[in-house]
């Protein structure tokens, strides 16, 4: 009632600053035939996180979801203490390319909860507890959400927006506007199953953790 169409006007603020350095954000401009994108991205992935096509348009804020766990590890020599015994890490390397430095190699260690914080053969601190971060995205966190941003510039209503966004891992709260003049809302991201507060770590070697 108050745009000179009759149709939605749709403002979004991401509460990511555009004056800073390194940019968080990088203009995109798409176009296939009648179709047509227009927004920003992140450097870096491919997609349109925020912006409009010829039918809806669409942006978010961060949801301020707590999606990360920490549990205590019982460490020795490498391995950590289940209610099975003593079980070996899973092993990832990871090689970090610097601009204009060297690279930097980088060593992993996961179970199934998460990833651990602390070199597990390192002599200091010795054999011990350590602690696992446990992000509830971890296993289809980076792949849910390439999928749906793949999707983002081809929907075009805001019943349909709402169907993908839900899938998105990060937790954020998308506001949709589409050009029939319908609004709506969908809060995304993967809220972990616990019957816990969260609020602490907890031991990795308790089943009931």
């Not at 491919?46 to 949801?63: A, D, E, Q, V």
């Not at 996961?110 to 971060?133: I, K, T, W």
């Not at 891992?169 to 809302?185: E, H, L, T, V």
Request: hydrophobic content about 35%; aromatic content about 12%.
């Amino acid at each position: 009632q108050r745009s000179a169409t009759g149709s939605a006007l749709e403002c979004h603020d991401p509460h990511l600053p555009c004056g800073q350095l390194p940019q968080a954000w990088c203009e995109f401009v798409t176009r296939a035939g009648p179709r047509f994108g227009i927004g920003v991205s992140i450097p870096g992935l491919p997609g349109l996180f925020m912006g409009r096509n010829h039918k809806i348009s669409f942006g978010f804020t961060y949801g301020y979801m707590d999606v990360i766990d920490f549990f205590l590890e019982r460490c020795q020599s490498g391995q950590y203490w289940t209610s099975q015994g003593w079980c070996d890490f899973d092993v990832r390397r990871e090689t970090i390319e610097q601009r204009g430095r060297e690279s930097v190699a980088i060593t992993l260690y996961e179970n199934e909860r998460g990833v651990l914080d602390f070199d597990p053969y390192a002599q200091d601190p010795p054999n011990g507890m350590h602690l696992s971060c446990s992000w509830s995205g971890r296993s289809q966190g980076a792949v849910a959400l390439l999928k749906t941003l793949r999707q983002l510039p081809h929907l075009v209503s805001v019943l349909e927006a709402q169907r993908v966004l839900r899938h998105a891992a990060i937790s954020a709260n998308w506001i949709i506007a589409d050009a029939c003049g319908n609004i709506g809302y969908q809060q995304s991201g993967l809220f972990p199953a616990r019957s816990h507060s969260g609020l602490y770590p907890l031991a990795g070697w308790d089943p009931s953790s």
